[in-house]
């Protein structure tokens, strides 16, 4: 006998292929540090705090998906098994003791076991350790400025770039930091309340006008790496992004030494390439 397939089945099965076509050719195409088209899983990691996250999430799936499909298979059993056609006399049963005790115990068992992850993430995140580098992030309307008081005390401002991609996340002035150091980012905010945020890097933290708060990041990669302001500070909120280059010890320091002569003014907005001094 043979099968086949009508047009249904066919459209059905095209919409199937295409869908995961776009969704693994998406995931296939993203690129370091920036978002990518159809993307359905987190950016790819750039420090240890974002392995961390990565982890941890991936953790709670397995765990959420095993538990969604414990309470399907008893959904399944009640229905089949207990169901007015199987048991036309009802059971009178009102109490059993060891299932309540189960259904207690195991409920906080697994709540322990979240915990304990999540507060060893959440100590990783807020215990800043001993900075190589301290850089001032100040959210404007709408931009951000960057200050390094280690190195020289410049400052700079950051706005978006039209001509710049990816679209909407360039900037003309990129916050540059070198690979495998502990950079200590202090924040705030000069007007209203904005946010510090770099999926790559599992950073994100509130801009608060009179505030410094403060968060850290040691960048495993060199490249760029993109974020955005992630509260809604105004009109313009979708268009000052975040941009770090993460540059080698010896870009880094020729950079600085651009950057001084460029910043030495203070509100200049002349971008300091990371190859070094230009004649």
């Known amino acids: 006998m043979k099968m086949s397939m009508g047009p249904v089945g066919r459209h059905l099965l095209g919409l199937a292929v295409a869908g995961l076509t776009l969704a693994t050719g998406g995931a296939a195409s993203a690129e370091l540090g920036q978002p990518a088209a159809w993307e359905w899983t987190l950016q790819q990691s750039g420090s240890p705090v974002m392995d961390n996250i990565v982890w941890f999430h991936n953790f709670l799936f397995v765990l959420i998906t095993l538990i969604t499909l414990f309470v399907l298979a008893l959904l399944v059993i009640v229905v089949v098994k207990f ?3 199987a048991n036309p006399v009802p059971s009178r049963t009102t109490h059993n003791t060891l299932i309540e005790v189960a259904w207690t115990l195991v409920p906080v068992l697994i ?7 999540s507060f060893r993430l ?11 580098l301290t850089i001032k992030a100040t959210g404007k309307q709408w931009y951000w400025s960057y200050a390094y008081p280690d190195n020289g005390k410049f400052e700079f401002d950051s706005l978006m770039a039209q001509d710049k991609q990816p679209r909407l996340l360039g900037v003309d002035n990129e916050m540059v930091v070198p690979v495998n150091k ?3 980012v202090q924040v705030t ?3 209203v309340i904005h946010a510090f945020a770099l999926p790559s890097f599992g950073v994100k ?3 608060i006008p009179g505030r410094l708060n403060e968060t850290w990041f040691k960048a495993t990669k060199t490249g760029m790496f993109y974020g955005q302001c992630s509260e809604l500070c105004g009109k313009d909120h979708a268009f000052m992004p975040i941009a770090i280059r993460v540059v080698s ?3 880094f320091a020729s950079w600085v030494e651009t950057a001084k002569k460029k910043y030495a003014s203070g509100g200049t907005s002349t971008y300091a390439s990371t190859a070094g001094p230009t004649q």
């Open 189 to 191: 905010g000069a007007d």
């Open 122 to 132: 959440l100590f990783l995140e807020l215990d800043v350790p001993k900075a190589d």
């Open 205 to 207: 933290i509130d801009a």
């Open 249 to 251: 010890d010896q870009e």
């Open 182 to 184: 502990v950079v200590r």
């Open 111 to 117: 709540l322990v076991g979240i915990s304990v992850p």
């Open 83 to 85: 169901n007015a056609r």
